[in-house]
């Protein structure tokens, strides 16, 4: 039983987690923003790899766009 509840944890995990982690990373948007100063501002925005960021200039130095 307990082997029966460890699978089906794993497999809910594995289907709640972003989808797009892999996907997500964009080079060209990391090289555009990577020598940029970003603003100080920190509302909080979530990367499109599920991850928070300070704001969306900081996700995107990282290559990582946020959704608006």
Do not use: H, I, W
Not at 23 to 31: F, G, I, M, R
């Amino acid at each position: 039983m307990q082997k029966a509840l460890f699978l089906f944890g794993l497999v809910a995990l594995m289907f709640s987690a972003p989808a797009c982690n892999k996907d997500c990373y964009n080079p060209s948007l990391e090289a555009e923003f990577s020598k940029k100063a970003c603003p100080t501002d920190c509302p909080g925005v979530v990367g499109c790899d599920g991850k928070t960021y300070c704001n969306e200039c900081e996700a995107n130095r990282v290559g990582v766009a946020v959704d608006k």
